[in-house]
């Protein structure tokens, strides 16, 4: 397998998962700043030349979530992802999406609002889009309080590929001092970064 990764992007959360998976796989750094997204051989794997990009075999996936659906599932000795059928796969299937569509979504609004301020920008959000964004935000970090309240992890008491995406998305968070406020989601961010294979996911 190889993975097309930058640092500090949604590629960390794929390799956290190969890390954690323990499986061979070959790492393809791409310098973003130096576009080397945006070569034609880069594009032959992915046409929009964003980072990750996995190829497995004859396969070639996109999507950062679709990548670690697809590697949790691909080693089930692992146990990164409940069976397919069993009580706990709608639970994770449930927590894989709400990461992604419903956290990611209104995290990123936050993180481009951020990056307009730091470059000195006109941010596209007006005050009350952010106000809006930030009820919304609220509400969305309930639901993982309460789905965390007496559980160290997401789905059925043992760690999975969405803790993965989750923490990845909720770390993001973290860091634009989103979970001020938020302890019980701060300590799964923390505990999580603690693991030996997110260490190796960030190493260079
Ligand atoms: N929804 C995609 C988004 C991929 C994406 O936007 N990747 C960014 C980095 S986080 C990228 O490669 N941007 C290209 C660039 O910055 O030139 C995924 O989750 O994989």
Redesign the pocket.
């Known amino acids: 397998m190889k993975l097309y990764f930058?640092p500090r992007?949604?590629?960390v959360r794929a390799r956290w998962l190969l890390e954690e998976l323990g499986v061979h796989y070959e790492l393809v750094r791409l310098d973003?700043a130096r576009?080397e997204?945006s070569t034609p051989e880069y594009l032959a794997v992915h046409p929009l030349?964003?980072?990750?990009a996995l190829v497995d075999g004859d396969v070639t996936l996109?999507?950062?979530?679709s990548i670690c659906l697809h590697l949790a599932d691909r080693f089930p000795e692992k146990h990164l992802a409940p069976p397919v059928g069993s009580a706990e796969r709608g639970p994770y299937y449930r927590w894989m999406v709400f990461a992604e569509m419903s956290l990611d979504s209104v995290v990123m609004e936050f993180y481009w609002h951020a990056r307009a301020a730091e470059e000195k920008q006109a941010s596209a959000h007006s005050d009350e889009a952010l106000a809006k964004h930030r009820a919304r935000l609220g509400a969305v970090l309930e639901v993982i309080h309460v789905g965390l309240d007496g559980r160290e992890f997401l789905v059925g008491g043992a760690f999975t590929a969405a803790d993965v995406v989750m923490a990845s998305i909720l770390h993001l968070a973290n860091t634009l001092r989103l979970l001020d406020g938020h302890p019980r989601l701060v300590e799964y961010v923390k505990r999580h970064s603690q693991r030996p294979a997110v260490r190796k996911a960030v190493s260079g």
């Open positions: 930058a992007t949604r590629a973003l576009q997204n030349g964003e980072v990750p996109l999507e950062s979530l």
